[in-house]
């Protein structure tokens, strides 16, 4: 933006109530909301966790172990959100196009972490109703127990980690639209393709890739009433969803695997 | 760094779209998408309308068949209930005051050329029109649509094998007010972010019109129920699809065990009403600001006790998050938690009556101009405090007890929340028109429009007060056979027959609405003599607002009478008029 525009707008409108532009308080607003979607749904869980006369604790180290990796992974993504926001400022597009993809592998670390914990929970019984049956799989754990005795267990679980599972894929497809706008676009369609082939019809995922199928129309709808190019600011916005995303994980982690550990 | 820290308002003009399609259809325009949002209200409003004709035959022919259902079973009824309370909350009463009037009006009256993000704009109102298709679509599936209310309390709302219209009808339900959401999240954050951001040079917040004031405050509010919303309905649509039990219980239907176990209904009455209850004032404050806005103009003063104003509207958005509660005072809660609700909520009496006070203040000792804007203004003024005095009654957890659920409750919202922000859109309608459409509406059609929809709503609306005390229950269809409502049949004939009265009232308005787009008297830049920064501009403004240049504001919104001044009023883009005002 040239500076004499800029000094055009400074003059005739009021000072911002927040001193910063635009796009930045709009994300904050955004933040805003979703802490209260986030905050309903762990108001749900805390409701069904008190309501329920005993709560299971069945995560065994295996689970806690691969959660704590995934955790890890997500807070170093936040580290190297961090130091593309500080590229972008530079002015260094390449370290910043490089540090946005290692914070999207780090995401999609996270979600194939993710994903294969809950196929694994769910081979060992720990299910839904309407999940289908994993084929082939004599399921006789603790956990067909706790889906009998507490259902609620499986419920939340599924629904906070579902939720966040969301909001990082979309924040993957996000960065990766800051990150290589256009190009990305057909990386996020061959993505979506080998997730859904690769998945079997009986899993959950299988389904759930078609998030990204819809993830690409709607960020081609955007470039296209959008074409436009995406500045520092741009990627300093996408970090402050991606820093939230990394926060609620902090919430539900504790909550929800630790808190229903087996050790306690 | 630097560049972009100083760029703080980057430029937010895009230059004026070509072709039918991108200047009508998918526009950035904020002024299009207010007029697409108010169309759209418009559309479902009539519909809402029609079914609730639909239900007044049925309670007192409950025998005709009706044209397009039939016969009415006591399932459908209850599907014209349903359908009714959520087009009319959702589609008319959030859709038509905020989106509609205050994407049109909220950028101009604070001297911006557009909102704050164009694109989110119009993704906020195809959103929303998709959130109505889908919504509509739900009459037509197999089993029709549901019938748990609008409220969709669990577990009629949480099973697929609840009654016929809890299948897909329900799902559908479900989704549409899921993807409505979105769309107001969106709306929300923009209007907030263009309140901030791009007030004019010399908008200070303290000299905002008081309409903008009300559509920032509902943003906010929109901001945080709607997210709360969602996450209920998700969970809803998992306990629907995916065998959960959030909202179940152990239950049986028929005698048969579901398979759901453990869940909580009162956790969705919960965060039902965590958004259902700020929705309240999301409906009606927009209309309490064109309320203020109208009166000060049209009494020739300025609006008595500004801060007052802005500090009632703020706290009423502030304890309208504290009082969802009060819809659940029969559900078991400890008395003691009813207590801290019931004294929350009567609370909110206090910056209503502040408000009603300031209103009644402004009027006294003007110079009124009963203009057809001016009536609906005072209009709600009077439905404000007719259905606010029935609150008090309700907010007591020993009244409500016997109230709840009768005529009584209907009777009071429809009064405070339904009609009276209708009568706010109405007023806006009449008196923003020659501003968005160039011409005047027709003065003597909107007089008997008013008077029709005036009575007529107190026609209806009162006697509902008297049936709710003598114990009539509201939601059942046929209350013509129990012998102990016997003697209110005569009232609820006439409840009916004064509906059909407005209703035909109200056919006047949209006559009167596309006669004068085409053939209205040719109106001028400012007919009222008004003094907020939409007058100041071309009739109909030009695609970035003030052709040009941004307005500079030297003066509050509301200058009228003022000493010394050449004219009765003076506009916010005049030269300073002193300090001592």
């Not at chain 1, 690769?198 to 074409?227: D, R």
């Not at chain 2, 039990?245 to 909580?264: A, E, M, R, W």
């Not at chain 2, 309320?291 to 103009?297: A, D, E, K, Y």
């Not at chain 2, 129990?482 to 003697?487: F, N, P, R």
Request: include cysteine.
């Amino acid at each position: 933006m040239a500076d004499s525009a800029v000094h055009d707008i400074q003059s005739v409108y009021e000072p911002s109530l927040f001193g910063t532009y635009s796009k930045k308080i709009g994300m904050w607003l955004f933040l805003l909301s979703d802490s209260l979607t986030f905050g309903a749904l762990l108001y749900a869980y805390s409701y069904g966790r008190i309501s329920t006369e005993g709560w299971p604790t069945p995560f065994h180290s295996e689970s806690i172990v691969n959660a704590t990796i995934m955790t890890a992974f997500l807070l170093t993504s936040s580290l190297t959100m961090v130091l593309a926001v500080r590229a972008s400022v530079h002015g260094d597009a390449k370290g910043q196009r490089l540090w946005l993809l290692a914070t999207m592998l780090c995401g999609t670390g996270f979600i194939v972490l993710h994903g294969r914990e809950w196929s694994n929970l769910i081979a060992e019984g720990l299910t839904l109703p309407m999940f289908p049956k994993v084929p082939g799989r004599e399921a006789a754990s603790e956990f067909v127990n706790v889906s009998k005795t507490v259902p609620q267990f499986g419920a939340t679980f599924f629904g906070l980690t579902g939720m966040h599972m969301l909001h990082v894929t979309l924040g993957v497809i996000y960065l990766g639209v800051v990150a290589l706008r256009r190009k990305f676009i057909p990386i996020l369609l061959v993505l979506w393709l080998v997730a859904w082939l690769a998945t079997p019809a009986y899993s959950p995922f299988h389904y759930g890739a078609h998030v990204l199928l819809i993830g690409a129309i709607v960020c081609s709808i955007i470039l296209w009433l959008k074409p436009k190019l995406y500045d520092s600011s741009d990627v300093e916005v996408a970090g402050l969803y991606w820093h939230f995303v990394d926060l609620v994980w902090m919430f539900i982690f504790p909550l929800v695997y630790l808190m229903s550990a087996k050790i306690l | 760094m630097a560049t972009h820290e100083f760029a703080a308002q980057e430029s937010h003009a895009h230059a004026a779209p070509q072709g039918f399609v991108r200047k009508w259809v998918f526009s950035l325009d904020h002024k299009v998408i207010g007029l697409q949002y108010y169309f759209l209200a418009l559309a479902a409003v009539f519909v809402g309308m029609f079914l609730s004709l639909l239900m007044r035959i049925h309670l007192i022919w409950p025998t005709l068949p009706l044209p397009l259902l039939g016969d009415i079973k006591p399932e459908t009824y209850l599907t014209l209930v349903t359908m009714h309370g959520t087009i009319m909350v959702f589609f008319v009463l959030t859709t038509a005051p905020q989106g509609g009037f205050g994407n049109y009006f909220l950028p101009i009256q604070i001297g911006a050329p557009d909102m704050a993000f164009p694109v989110l704009n119009m993704l906020s109102f195809w959103t929303t029109l998709l959130g109505f298709i889908v919504m509509i679509a739900a009459f037509f599936v197999a089993g029709g649509a549901p019938l748990h209310g609008w409220t969709g309390y669990a577990p009629l709302s949480a099973m697929q094998s609840t009654g016929p219209g809890e299948g897909l009808g329900a799902d559908l339900w479900i989704i549409s007010i899921a993807i409505f959401c979105i769309g107001a999240l969106m709306g929300a954050l923009n209007f907030i972010t263009t309140t901030l951001d791009m007030r004019a040079k010399g908008m200070t917040m303290m000299r905002l019109p008081l309409t903008v004031w009300a559509w920032f405050v509902t943003a906010i509010l929109g901001l945080l129920a709607f997210g709360v919303l969602l996450s209920a309905g998700i969970l809803l649509l998992m306990d629907r699809n995916l065998g959960t039990s959030f909202f179940v219980p152990l239950v049986t239907i028929n005698g048969q065990l579901t398979g759901h176990k453990g869940g909580s209904p009162l956790l969705w009455q919960h965060l039902f009403w965590f958004f259902g209850h700020p929705e309240v004032y999301i409906a009606i404050l927009p209309a309490m600001g064109m309320c203020s806005q109208l009166l000060s103009v049209f009494s020739r003063k300025p609006i008595f006790g500004y801060k007052a104003m802005v500090y009632a509207i703020l706290g009423i958005g502030f304890l309208g998050f504290m009082v969802w509660g009060h819809h659940m005072f029969m559900s078991g809660m400890s008395p003691y938690t009813a207590f801290a609700f019931s004294i929350m909520t009567m609370g909110i009496g206090v910056p209503s009556a502040i408000k009603t006070f300031n209103w009644l203040g402004t009027l006294m000792r003007g110079r009124i101009r009963f203009t057809s804007p001016m009536l609906f203004a005072i209009g709600f003024v009077s439905l404000f405090v007719s259905g606010g005095i029935s609150g008090p009654f309700l907010a007591q957890p020993v009244l409500d007890i016997q109230l709840h659920d009768t005529y009584f409750v209907p009777a009071h919202f429809h009064l405070i929340m339904g009609v009276a922000s209708i009568f706010g859109i109405f007023a806006a309608t009449y008196y923003w028109f020659p501003k968005m459409f160039g011409r005047m509406m027709n003065e003597s059609m909107a007089r008997w429009h008013f008077w029709f929809s005036f009575i007529g709503t107190y026609a209806i609306f009162m006697p509902m007060h008297y049936l709710g005390m003598a114990g009539m229950p509201r939601r059942y269809s046929q209350l013509t056979e129990v012998t102990y409502l016997h003697g209110l049949i005569p009232l609820q004939k006439f409840i009916t027959y004064a509906a059909f009265v407005t209703i035909a009232g109200q056919l006047i308005f949209l006559v009167n609405l596309f006669w004068s787009m085409f053939k209205g008297k040719q109106a001028s830049d400012n007919p009222w003599e008004a003094t907020t920064l939409e007058w100041t501009t071309a009739t109909p403004p030009p695609h970035d607002n003030f052709g040009g240049h941004t307005p500079v504001v030297h003066n509050g919104p509301y200058e009228y009478n003022v000493p010394g001044a050449p004219r009765d009023y003076v506009m916010q883009s005049d030269p300073e008029i002193g300090p001592a005002h």
